[in-house]
């Protein structure tokens, strides 16, 4: 299927990131995620933008005069606008050469490109309570409530800038169980897909 | 894992039963389909003893009495009995070794064991009613309105005998798309993660 391009969704606690990671190191090809886009918003001037566009219309310069605006000069919401942004990053990078992109219902961005190999991981939920309860000292409870939490917000944000539905089985080429198949097996498996 | 068992739900006309039939030709392990397991029904006697419980209780000796008394001795309607048939056979076959056994809700049937690898395969519109059409020999008007009755039909039975949602990516520890990855290839996937 020639790809080039991995996307990753993922279920918290799945270890879809740590996935994606491997992935890019097995192809040799760069891995971005939340905060490498961040960075690159930052970066590339895109904040400083958005920043200057509100000023014009803020009834003061500073960033927090937003809360009262609500909206920019074009009428975006500040969501509106950071998942605007993110979207031009993505077709940046994906216009730049192969990469793995976790999160940011890139899948849907990049849907007009035939070389898009689209992954989806999930996972028990068992492991996935615990593989959070270890990566951010959290207890059980908190690990779940986190779970629900994010997930529900990852779903509520995909179907509001997509109008799909998140882990719907026909957007993804693959998806994975990563408790069942094991993390390093599910890298392996991505990669071996992609180079098809 | 250690899997045992491979079960295959798919979409119609995306190859599922042929890559099955891969799948079980690789691992060198029988293959069950809903052809094979009527065969089965019948040679055990399954079907006989139907039609003898009905015999009792219908007005004549013949099997097309049934339609009039709609139920047998156990008040099975007729689907209900060839599940609960279908469902014996397959908790049998697994529990006399390793098979690749194709639909039949056989996901669901086997959810108490822990080596089952459940395996949903789907694949694009064209694809598929290509497939279809150089199958069955239909126009592609006719492989569309198959594609659409037969899935409905086993989302339909799906829902109903399992209270589950057909094709809900959390049901599978490996979902493919083949007409992106390729009918063998999904095969030789489906035996890599078997082999785990």
New interface residues.
């Given amino acids: 299927?020639s790809s080039k391009i991995v996307t990753i969704s993922r279920e918290y606690g799945s270890g879809g990131k740590y996935i994606g990671e491997l992935v890019a190191k097995k192809l040799g090809i760069p891995f971005y995620d939340k905060e490498i886009m961040e960075k690159i918003a930052e970066e590339t001037g895109f904040v400083n933008e958005f920043i200057e566009r509100l000023a014009e219309y803020a009834p003061s310069k500073s960033i927090f005069a937003y809360a009262f605006v609500g909206r920019n000069s074009l009428g975006e919401s500040m969501e509106d606008y950071i998942q605007n942004v993110q979207r031009k990053i993505i077709l940046d990078l994906a216009e730049k050469g192969p990469c793995v992109i976790v999160g940011r219902s890139a899948d849907y961005i990049l849907r007009d490109r035939a070389d898009v190999?689209n992954v989806?991981i999930?996972g028990g939920e068992e492991e996935k309570k615990k593989r959070i309860c270890s990566l951010r000292g959290v207890s059980e409870a908190e690990a779940v409530k986190l779970m629900r939490d994010i997930d529900k917000k990852r779903s509520v944000n995909y179907k509001y800038y997509t109008g799909q539905t998140w882990?719907?089985?026909?957007n993804?080429?693959?998806?994975?169980?990563s408790t069942?198949?094991?993390v390093e097996?599910c890298a392996e498996?991505i990669a071996?897909?992609y180079k098809?």
Same sequence: chains 1, 2.
């Fill in positions: 299927m190999l989806f999930h882990g719907n089985i026909k993804y080429i693959l998806s994975l169980n069942e198949i094991g097996n498996i071996q897909v098809l």
